[in-house]
């Protein structure tokens, strides 16, 4: 799992991420967080997991999870999606739904 390669092993995302195949792991340790992006309605959005523990957070003040609208800059074999400042359509601090695409 890339998130555990880029974020270290001891990372939890506070979900079974086995119960989302449709997340795709986009992980990258110059970001923030792990992230993991997935396409519903042919729209592409990325999936923000932020450190449980405010404390840990570049932000203090972010929720744990965020979904953005995203775009592919890549193309449907070769995927690169990417934020690009994409309107944020869901921030919690907590899962309050069985599945990501729920909640956009």
Same mark, same amino acid.
């Given at each position: 799992?890339?998130?555990?390669?880029?974020?270290?092993?001891?990372?939890?995302?506070?979900?079974?991420?086995?119960?989302?195949?449709?997340?795709?792991?986009?992980? !990258?340790?110059?970001?923030?967080?792990?992230?993991?992006?997935? *396409?519903? $309605?042919?729209?592409? #959005?990325?999936?923000?997991? &932020?450190?449980?523990?405010?404390?840990?957070?570049?932000?203090?003040?972010?929720?744990? !999870?965020?979904?953005?609208?995203?775009?592919?800059?890549?193309? *449907?074999? $070769?995927?690169?999606? #990417?934020?690009?400042?994409? &309107?944020?359509?869901?921030?919690?601090?907590?899962?309050?739904?069985?599945?990501?695409?729920?909640?956009?």
């Amino acid at each position: 799992m890339q998130y555990k390669q880029e974020f270290g092993s001891d990372f939890q995302l506070g979900f079974e991420l086995s119960q989302h195949p449709y997340l795709i792991d986009k992980s !990258y340790r110059n970001d923030d967080c792990p992230s993991f992006y997935f *396409v519903h $309605s042919n729209q592409f #959005y990325i999936l923000w997991v &932020d450190y449980s523990e405010n404390t840990q957070r570049e932000n203090e003040n972010s929720l744990r !999870y965020t979904i953005q609208c995203a775009d592919n800059e890549g193309d *449907v074999m $070769s995927p690169e999606v #990417y934020a690009n400042g994409g &309107d944020i359509v869901f921030e919690s601090e907590e899962l309050v739904f069985t599945y990501f695409y729920e909640a956009v």
